[in-house]
């Protein structure tokens, strides 16, 4: 992709997430290897094995979607251990207070020991695409709020290249065509996401583009310039607030991915 190029050495600001260790909650060491057979038992597997990096005493940032949704059942059999969640999306504010855990606004806390979310696709560095359930934008605001980012995924999203998942691009809808041009000239296909045959609107109020076509060989680079592009207010590649552990789900069990 024009402009955008494999740079092994490239350093950032992802760099430094989740480089601190913190005490895990007592009961959730040495797992018992599990063999999983299907996508939603490796979800509730991954899910499960989070909870090792749950912080007694703290708030933890909770993500969304279908791998999350497992983690917040997990959680709740941990909720007299913390005080509570910051909730990166309406859908997970639900579901956090119906198991009985409170939800704090991001205003209300200070930094976070951990943010637990799944990926869309993820590299062999930790970059990831996220924005699948259209939350990309609170997520990328409590990972940058939190010290360690823990993806959970399964091991379909593990990928040498990012880009094969569409890109997920929020953006302000009077700026979508412009958006759309910008996509074209770096040969990529965007097109606006619909629900019911309209425009899907974010929880921010802003629509969601999808780009397919695009191989991004330097996320860093790639998040930073799009990020610049008026009428963004995020694009889905996380790449300074990248992975500093995943949890993969496997057919064998978890696999645990350092960064």
């Not at 951990?114 to 062999?124: L, N, P």
Request: net charge neutral; glycine share 12%; with cysteine.
């Amino acid at each position: 992709m024009g402009g955008f190029r494999v740079q092994p050495e490239e350093k950032g600001p992802g760099q430094a997430v989740g480089q601190q260790r913190h005490p895990i909650i007592p009961g959730f060491r040495n797992q018992p290897r599990i063999v999983a057979v299907s996508q939603d038992e490796l979800k509730a597997l991954v899910g499960q094995a989070a909870l090792q990096y749950v912080v007694q005493g703290e708030v933890v940032g909770v993500g969304t979607g279908s791998t999350v949704n497992k983690f917040i059942e997990a959680l709740a059999g941990i909720r007299d251990r913390i005080p509570g969640a910051v909730s990166s999306s309406d859908a997970s504010t639900e579901r956090l207070r119906a198991a009985g855990i409170r939800v704090f606004d991001a205003n209300e806390v200070g930094e976070l020991a951990v943010y637990i979310d799944g990926a869309d696709e993820i590299d062999g560095a930790g970059h990831m695409i996220k924005g699948g359930g259209a939350a990309l934008t609170r997520e990328k605001i409590i990972a940058a709020q939190s010290r360690r980012f823990i993806c959970i995924a399964d091991e379909s999203k593990r990928v040498e290249v990012l880009g094969r998942f569409p890109l997920p691009v929020e953006v302000i809808p009077m700026a979508t065509q412009a958006v759309i041009r910008k996509f074209a000239a770096l040969g990529g296909a965007a097109q606006v996401r619909q629900r019911e045959g309209r425009p899907l609107v974010t929880d921010n109020g802003q629509h969601i583009l999808d780009v397919t076509g695009l191989q991004i060989r330097s996320p860093l680079a790639f998040e930073s310039e799009v990020n610049q592009w008026p009428g963004v207010v995020t694009v889905g590649v996380f790449a300074h607030q990248k992975a500093a552990v995943c949890l993969l789900g496997t057919a064998g069990g978890v696999q645990t991915l350092n960064y």
